[in-house]
């Protein structure tokens, strides 16, 4: 048997300390979480994209934290 629950869900704030890589951010009503992935080629793309250049690998990039208003 299937359920198929509408919410209505107004937040006025939210603070997420740390997203890691396989993090599951979920608001609303608990039960399974099914992963889903899609490939889309919606450039309508018929070759491979080319291969990287090289720039940039092993580069670290410091990240200013977000500024709170």
Known sequence: MNF???QSIHIQ???I???A???V???GSAGIIKPLSNL???GQFTEPAPAPSG???G???PLRPPSIS
Do not use: A, H
């Open 59 to 61: 580069v670290i990039v």
């Open 25 to 27: 951010f979920q608001i």
């Open 17 to 19: 300390g740390t997203i």
């Open 21 to 23: 890589n396989s993090s």
């Open 13 to 15: 704030f939210i603070r």
């Open 55 to 57: 720039q940039g690998n």
């Open 40 to 42: 889309y080629n919606t």
């Open 4 to 6: 198929y629950i509408q």
